[in-house]
């Protein structure tokens, strides 16, 4: 059975549809969706999954539409966002450098937000708004740098790698620095920050991030093609009629501004940006990007992760961060010894 079909439409147009590639994003947008209606029913007053249902259509008791509407709902949908934000965002990276190990968490971007948001808490004691900001205006500036500093003549893939790796060093030492003038309160509230959770967010995390999300996700989809002509080379996209550098500009602003969103709403969740293209790759087995079923598979990472810190150690007990960074941790580990083993490192 061929994975890819070809569909044709009236007026002589046709497009290719890659069949096992819809499924797996089928099959992931389920498991998003599950994890979230068990998400949403897990807690200190526990919901069973029907109850949740009636009440997102409206039809909940009064004090279940409160629980699950105003608490526990703009909670899944910030983390469907963020893991959406962050597995495409880390799905470009890996693209334009192509480099399996070109994601936010190893480029530095992920610090560089960090430490945007600690010095709004540290020299600042600013709110929780101006955290975000703060903590986005380190992801872009971070971005920049790396950018700049891995140009010469366009962007290479292991310059770009190498390049963030050193930007990477250089900010967490500016985070350490920072810790350490702050006072106990603004460190503690820091600490708490850096770990990367979903505790507590509302929909002042859900709307800004939905609207970065409506304006950037239709713009990189739009640019798939020239992404994927990119992954030939820059001489034959360009025979091809790929503006290479314009595109790969836009892209990378893009992918900065998913990961600096997701950081500014959820602090730096590890790892998600890493693992999820690569999975995502691996159950389809398509040889493009894999935008759309890397979006899916953050979502349904970050969820099914943070339900399963609920239950396996309470509500509010372990931030979804620590989850995700260790499972983030050993799969990059694999993926050294993979690549090693192939003699690509």
């Known amino acids: 059975m061929k994975s890819q079909r070809v ?4 007026g002589g147009l046709s497009f290719r549809l890659d069949v096992r590639a819809l499924a797996v994003v089928v099959l992931l947008l389920l498991v998003a969706l599950t994890g979230s209606v068990l998400l949403i029913g897990t807690g200190d007053f526990p919901i069973p999954a029907g109850d ?67 010095v709004v808490i540290v020299l600042f004691s600013g709110s929780a708004t101006q955290v975000a900001l703060g903590a986005l205006a380190g992801g872009l500036v971070t971005g920049a740098a790396i950018h700049l500093l891995a140009w010469r003549q366009g962007v290479h893939g292991y310059r770009l790698v190498l390049v963030g790796i050193g930007v990477s060093a250089i900010m967490t030492a500016v985070n350490g620095f920072l810790l350490t003038k702050a006072d106990m309160v603004d460190a503690a509230r820091a600490v708490v920050w850096m770990t990367g959770s979903l505790n507590g967010r509302d929909w002042d995390q859900v709307r800004p991030l939905f609207a970065l999300c409506a304006v ?8 798939a093609r020239g992404l994927r002509m990119m992954e030939m080379g820059d001489d034959v996209s360009s025979a091809l009629g790929v503006r290479v550098e314009r595109v790969r500009l836009l892209l990378m602003v893009s992918a900065v501004l998913l990961t600096a969103g997701a950081t500014a709403a959820a602090g730096p969740v590890g790892f998600v ?53 260790v499972l983030g941790g050993a799969y990059l580990l694999w993926l050294l010894v993979t690549e090693r083993r192939a003699g690509r490192i």
Request: proline share 8%; charged share 10%.
């Open 273 to 325: 940006a890493l693992t999820a293209p690569q999975l995502a790759r691996r159950l389809s087995r398509s040889p493009g990007p894999s935008l759309v079923p890397s979006m899916v598979m953050g979502a349904a990472l970050l969820i099914v992760a943070d339900w399963a810190s609920q239950r396996l150690f309470g509500a509010d007990q372990l931030p979804v961060g620590v989850v995700t960074g």
């Open 216 to 223: 950037l996700v239709p713009l990189v989809l739009g640019n």
């Open 52 to 118: 949740v249902l009636r009440t997102l259509v409206g039809g909940g008791k009064p004090g279940q539409e409160f629980i699950v509407t105003e608490l526990r709902l703009p909670r899944v949908l910030v983390g469907l966002l963020v893991g959406a934000s962050l597995g495409l965002g880390g799905a470009l990276f890996q693209s334009v450098s192509r480099n399996p190990l070109g994601s936010p968490d190893v480029l530095g971007l992920n610090q560089g937000a960090t430490a945007g948001a600690l």
């Open 7 to 10: 569909l044709r439409a009236p």
